[in-house]
């Protein structure tokens, strides 16, 4: 973990398994008798893990000091956007106690930018003010309480939860109620996939699989001569097993689900996903969201929204932002139903039983 601290757990933490990065390492760095070895390296960031596995092309005459080069585009995006760190971007923002301008770099401008654009088009179902609420149904850092809040107490955090309440302008980022703080975890890390895939490619390496605490991006082929492939798990909360798996064709995968990360109160239970416009978490029988896209930022994002919405408003939304996306609904009785884009059927491998 570096100095930095890492960003607060993503709001989708107990998701890294939706995405079963263990097959990614099994599918390349595995390759047949006649492939030759894949070059790999992983660490530490943001409060999770990396990995980056290289294709063919380009040659690496020093990976120690490429990693190096990578743990420092890293450790400068967790430093911006962190909230443990007192002295990021983020964290002062949080702290200013004021509704003017603050001025902030062109990263997280960017971020800011995305995450305002998918709340806009997702009718308020990502939404980066969210965290008070998380913390106040129990699934935020700080213990969870015996009892689930109260309406009165989820109205007064509402009062000052919301990304309308954000203005991004030429002057910097400015919030309408000095109360309102900000939590990157559900975009930032697609983020840093990006721009660390945008530095392997600028470097000569265009071909590699680049993941951050599951959320992925492929380009190009791995050391075989195929598409980089990562399996999707079955949304069952006992085991990981993989149900099928998507080949990256210069797209990013992030993933999103409910199925594991709940508590229950008295015969009732509370997911993890919290509505923003309710307060409350959701109640649907979606179980997982897949979102395939060219930006990692983007389908981090999407996945995070289109799993508060439940199934038929999130295949609604998927068709009108044209999203390839992966549904995956409790069927009764057991079952898991699938519902596909056309283009994200496209790009699955089906795992033979």
């Known amino acids: 973990m570096n100095a930095a601290g890492p960003l607060r757990r993503s709001r989708r933490w107990w998701l890294i398994l939706s995405v079963l990065v263990g097959m990614v390492a099994f599918t390349y760095l595995r390759p047949s008798r006649n492939a030759a ?25 020093d990976l ?15 430093t911006s956007m962190s909230t443990y760190d007192p002295q990021s971007e983020l964290s002062r923002f949080n702290a200013f106690a004021d509704t ?3 001025s902030i770099s062109a990263a997280f401008r960017s971020v800011v930018q995305q995450a305002l654009d998918v709340y806009a088009a997702s009718d308020g179902h990502f939404d980066v003010t969210v965290g008070p609420l998380v913390d106040a149904w129990g699934f935020g850092a700080a213990e969870r309480a015996p009892d689930p809040p109260s309406r009165a107490m989820l109205d007064s955090l509402r009062a ?8 991004l302008n030429k002057q910097g980022l400015s919030k309408s109620d000095a109360r309102v703080r900000l939590d990157l975890s559900a975009i930032a890390k697609g983020f840093a996939v990006d721009q660390v895939s945008v530095m392997l490619t ?11 605490g599951g959320e992925l991006r492929g380009r190009g082929l791995n050391v075989r001569g195929e598409l980089f492939r990562v399996g999707i798990e079955e949304p069952d909360p006992d085991r990981s097993t993989v149900r099928l798996a998507v080949a990256l064709d210069d797209r990013s995968l992030a993933s999103s689900g409910n199925y594991r990360n709940f508590y229950e109160v008295d015969g009732v239970r509370y997911a993890h996903t919290i509505d923003p416009r309710t307060g409350a978490p959701v ?8 979102v395939l896209h060219v930006e990692c930022s983007l ?55």
């Open 202 to 212: 600028a470097r000569g390496l265009p071909e590699h699989l680049v993941e951050i």
């Open 160 to 167: 000052f939860v919301g990304s309308d309440k954000l203005w």
């Open 299 to 353: 389908a981090d994002a999407w996945a995070t929204a289109l799993m508060a919405v439940g199934t038929d408003k999130a295949w609604s939304l998927a068709q009108a932002n044209g999203l390839d996306v992966l549904l995956l609904i409790d069927g009764g009785d057991g079952r898991v139903d699938e519902r596909l884009t056309a283009g994200f059927q496209r790009a699955v491998r089906r795992v033979p039983n």
């Open 283 to 290: 109640r649907h029988t979606l179980l997982a969201v897949s």
């Open 100 to 102: 003017t301008p603050v």
């Open 64 to 78: 120690h000091a490429l990693q190096q080069s990578v743990d420092s585009l890293l450790l400068a995006i967790n």
């Open 37 to 61: 070895t894949a070059v790999a390296f992983d660490g530490r960031t943001m409060g999770t893990t990396y990995r980056v596995v290289l294709g063919p092309s380009g040659s690496v005459a």
